[in-house]
């Protein structure tokens, strides 16, 4: 195990946190769009996936898309809370190091959440054929 990222205390926060979600961070993760997009470059090859999970959360929010558990969502949101708060298990402003524990989360909500993300990719798909 690497000294500076505790994958194992990185995880109990997770699954701590995700209890601990509430309505009202839903409401400010969507508030905090603009800040997501601008540090969305920190994830990168999950930066695709991000702003699926961030479309999920707006499509779930806005009633056009209900067809998930609580639970994917506040995980969801509790990944991106995460990810916007510098002062997390590594302090995001430490040189190399500083962004591994936020990757971790959201591999672990990707990972955990695969079939429902999935499921929603195939419905946006769809409902975007749909307009056309």
Do not use: C
Request: charged fraction near 35%.
């Amino acid at each position: 195990m690497n000294k500076e990222f505790d994958e194992e205390k990185t995880r109990r926060l997770f699954e701590r946190g995700v209890k601990n979600v509430s309505e009202s961070d839903v409401e400010d993760v969507l508030r905090r769009e603009e800040e997501l997009r601008k540090k969305g470059h920190v994830l990168g090859d999950m930066q695709e996936q991000a702003k699926l999970l961030f479309q999920m959360i707006k499509d779930w929010k806005s009633g056009e898309y209900k067809d998930v558990p609580w639970k994917v969502i506040a995980a969801i949101v509790f990944a991106i809370v995460y990810f916007l708060f510098p002062a997390d298990v590594i302090p995001d402003f430490i040189p190399g190091i500083g962004w591994i524990d936020d990757a971790f989360v959201f591999s672990l909500v990707l990972k955990s959440f695969s079939s429902q993300i999935e499921a929603y990719r195939d419905w946006k798909s769809r409902s975007l054929s749909n307009k056309k």
